[in-house]
């Protein structure tokens, strides 16, 4: 399976982005999706997640509440919506394709739940 996260940019802070990322092959509705970041010099940290079904949703602390993580699973894509940005949100975008088998909301926030990853997007906030 491969993975391309699209969407980034620079953008105003208060302003809004939409991330994509469209995934190859057949098994995409059958796996949990996540997006992470990535600053210079720093390990990625987990933004969101989203279940197979779509049902299950979480989102890190630092962007609950301005973010929406969706999916389509016919057009293989996920999305990730970021509201009222911040200079804070200034990263790499990451997403990343993972073994439904997992559904701990915990291990869903770990690098380890998920195997492919696709090759980042930019995000840019300027204030």
């Known amino acids: 399976v491969q993975l391309q996260a699209s969407g980034g940019g620079l953008v105003q802070a208060g302003g809004s982005l939409r991330l994509s990322c469209a995934a190859s092959?057949?098994?995409?509705?059958?796996?949990?999706m996540g997006w992470f970041r990535q600053y210079p010099g720093k390990e990625r940290e987990f933004v969101a997640a989203i279940t197979l079904t779509g049902r299950s949703r979480y989102y890190a602390d630092s962007v609950k509440g301005r973010s929406t993580i969706s999916r389509e699973n016919a057009e293989n894509t996920v999305y990730l919506q970021i509201d009222n940005l911040k200079p804070e949100d200034t990263a790499v975008y990451y997403c990343a394709l993972g073994d439904a088998s997992v559904q701990s909301a915990n291990l869903l926030r770990a690098e380890a739940a998920y195997g492919s990853w696709g090759q980042g997007t930019l995000v840019t906030v300027s204030s």
């Open positions: 092959g057949r098994t995409f509705s059958l796996r949990n």
